[in-house]
């Protein structure tokens, strides 16, 4: 979507609102999806510089980082971003919208998701799900690497 701007430098605190959808190019392998990715706001001329300012939301499925569970999470993210005016000169200037709420997008979504505050994650040894109950390793198995600290130990 191209959005233009170079009207705006006419009327300094002018506005052109936009709201659209779209699907990114790309939302990172652990991100699905699950509706497009809507952006609404406004982008005003301050008289050296487009400022543009709005939010993006869409709901998504994203992995718990401890357990791997799938999370469904409604996400949004204000933003706001600002362009220098000889970087878009002459009336016929445009933004590109879609790119650049793309890119947005792209590097808001939550680096680690969790599933729960108490979230227990998964057994290092077997793998099982500690969230759904407890597995039969052993518990107190020591780090390999602390042998020797624990040998200091049992000799006092």
Do not use: H
């Amino acid at each position: 979507m191209l959005l233009a701007i170079g009207r705006l430098r006419d009327d300094p605190g002018t506005y052109e609102n936009f709201d659209f959808s779209f699907d990114p190019a790309d939302s990172g392998e652990d991100c699905v999806l699950l509706t497009p990715v809507r952006a609404e706001g406004a982008v005003t001329f301050g008289g050296n510089a487009f400022l543009l300012s709005g939010c993006l939301k869409a709901a998504a499925r994203l992995i718990c980082s401890r357990c791997l569970a799938d999370v469904q999470l409604d996400l949004s993210f204000d933003f706001e971003e600002e362009f220098d005016e000889q970087e878009y000169p002459g009336e016929d200037a445009e933004l590109d919208m879609e790119d650049i709420a793309s890119q947005i997008w792209v590097s808001s979504i939550p680096m680690q998701v969790l599933c729960d505050d108490d979230c227990k994650g998964l057994c290092p040894t077997c793998g099982k799900n500690l969230n759904e109950g407890d597995c039969d390793c052993p518990k107190d198995e020591a780090d390999p690497r602390l042998e020797a600290l624990r040998s200091l130990l049992d000799q006092e």
